[in-house]
């Protein structure tokens, strides 16, 4: 049994004023090759948001929600540093490869488990196993890994110039894109308080910073009479993260570990949500993971 959800868009014709997006427009820019084991064209193609914004939809059609850390989350990482770049803009068009070949998430059902592949122009860029348990538990909350299919094959050959790796700050302003409509909640100013510290290399987040922003709009947001419309959302914090950190880091395995773990303890069900803070910085990560 299987089931695919695949999202496709018009192709944009010679005046829809992509510019930058296209391949080969900067060469700082991170590519689907910097990230996923693709080939051609499709490697050389700066990530965009909106084809970030089509997997997750198409994620969240499949597997119930985007999966932590997962495809669109790498993506969204990537789309983000793109856009700080110049690179593309964040209500652009989806890139042509995207557009053309469409992006697709597909599930087949095996004894125990369901097997989760996502494609990109009909090239795989993420493989995961949920186990049958993890479908109990709200269909694909802790996702694991099957054999990465991520890594630089093609674009560059493997490792991105120095300069190009996403940072704290950049990582803090993709959770603003990815889920910046949620209201900012007590588990996303702890984790939002370590990732300051770590950014500005310090024991605790400065007490006119990020964290202290994120805590007074989470206790705001707890008033009884706070309208829905009316509380604080996580754009509201973190929009403009990168500027307002005074000092800021590559983020590495070590500085997702110690996020995650902050707002997994501060939340009243003991998670991370895919897309949010926690998320966010590990996919960052993960897409710096290996390279130079």
Known sequence: MSQEEQLRRPAAGPDDGQGEDQP???AAAVCYGDVFAVEGELARTPIAPQDAAMMQAAESAVLGRAPAGGTAAAMQSAARRNERLGVVARDGEATD??????VAVTEARVPGARVVTEFVA???VG???IAAAED???GGAAVAEAGELEGGGGGRGGAVADGTKITIGEALEAAAFSAGDQAVEPSDAEAIAVAEALACRADEAPPDGLAARARAAAEANAAA???EEDRAT???VLADAASVLGADKEVEREDAALVVGAEVRS???ATARPGWVAASIAAAARLNRGRQ
Do not use: F, V
């Open 24 to 26: 080969g427009g900067d």
């Open 97 to 102: 490869p995207a557009a053309e070949g469409g």
């Open 122 to 124: 009909d090239q795989p």
């Open 127 to 129: 493989q995961y196993i």
């Open 136 to 138: 109990d538990d709200g």
């Open 225 to 227: 009479a706070r309208r």
């Open 234 to 236: 996580l754009r509201d």
């Open 267 to 269: 939340d009243p069900d």
